[in-house]
């Protein structure tokens, strides 16, 4: 551009700018709102949560009537019991429970993970947690068991608890017992057997009842995510149909009276009834109490030809036909 005296203008430094300036006028907004629905979908498909059975000290919750687990959500972030509504949600959704909870009160902890009240614990472990959170000693719960048949188990169960007290959240009434709490763990175990027609969908996947929860705890402990089950469960009957040990490290630790994630080369080579290194088939029991899923997945195996499975980020896991390098 040339001044009235014919000489060059040159231009300012805003105007120089002015393209870009605008340039970015355009493009914020754009970027803002990708990275917004971006947030939105990490938030709905990989919301917050925390790890592990939570920390104390203990948070009382009250579940009112009509309650579900999205109204009950926000009053467990608020208290620090989970880490966000949508975890919680998306825990109560894979579970397959009801929508609606059981009134009353209950005793949880803080920075619980969401699906923690699905998963299964082992006898040892649910004892522990009923003595310290129950009111009632843990020698009173030890008592009961010393003397199993008076829980009303199963005859399928062939007098052993592991694996039949059902994990759910249960209300507490001051005139409990230990027996009376057990046996109410009992009675839902055998009202979630009935719903899912355990003994005669058994025999659909070639097994027993037992059978059946063994598969079902095995799921239960190598499970990250719960739309896994199906698939971990058709890699157990995979190994089995093709005369493989299955190999589980959760059955070793288990027979060792051990927790961990990967087993040692001594623990492998320890010999006992639950090592699946050593030994073929099945364990001889559950080793731990399945939720609703982990049984479903157990009668109801995704159809595939995986042998191997391998954790990965996230509690996704990746499934294969042949073996995974790690």
């Not at 105007?15 to 990490?42: K, M, N, S």
Request: proline residues 8%; without cysteine; glycine residues 8%.
């Amino acid at each position: 551009m040339w001044d009235d005296g014919g000489r060059r203008r040159r231009r300012g430094p805003v105007r120089r700018l002015a393209p870009w300036i605008a340039l970015l006028v355009i493009l914020t907004p754009l970027v803002i709102g990708g990275l917004y629905v971006y947030h939105l979908y990490e938030n709905k498909v990989h919301p917050a949560d925390f790890s592990g059975a939570g920390t104390a000290p203990t948070v009382t919750v009250q579940v009112k009537n009509g309650d579900t687990a999205t109204s009950l959500a926000p009053r467990l972030v608020a208290l620090g019991v989970v880490a966000s509504s949508r975890a919680f949600i998306l825990a109560a959704e894979n579970s397959k429970s009801s929508a609606t909870l059981e009134a009353g009160f209950y005793k949880l902890e803080h920075h619980m993970q969401s699906s923690l009240a699905y998963e299964g614990l082992r006898l040892s472990q649910l004892l522990a947690r009923l003595g310290a959170h129950s009111g009632i000693p843990l020698s009173d719960f030890q008592k009961v068991l010393a003397n199993p048949a008076q829980l009303g188990l199963p005859a399928y169960a062939h007098g052993k608890p592991e694996g039949y007290l059902f994990p759910a959240t249960y209300q507490i009434q001051p005139n409990d017992t230990a027996l009376t709490i057990l046996k109410a763990m009992v009675r839902r175990f055998d009202q979630e057997a009935a719903q899912v027609h355990l003994t005669t969908a058994a025999p659909g996947v070639h097994l027993t009842p037992t059978q059946v929860i063994v598969v079902a705890s095995l799921v239960q402990a190598e499970g990250g995510r719960v739309q896994d089950y199906p698939k971990i469960a058709r890699v157990v009957y995979n190994r089995l149909a093709n005369g493989m040990k299955l190999q589980f490290d959760s059955t070793v630790f288990y027979g060792l009276g051990k927790y961990g994630t990967s087993a040692t080369t001594a623990q492998i080579n320890t010999p006992g009834p639950y090592n699946t290194y050593l030994n073929s088939g099945l364990p001889p029991g559950p080793i731990d109490s399945p939720g609703n899923a982990a049984i479903m997945a157990a009668l109801h195996p995704t159809a595939g030809n995986w042998l191997y499975f391998s954790s990965l980020k996230n509690h996704a896991m990746e499934f294969s036909p042949n073996p995974i390098p790690h």
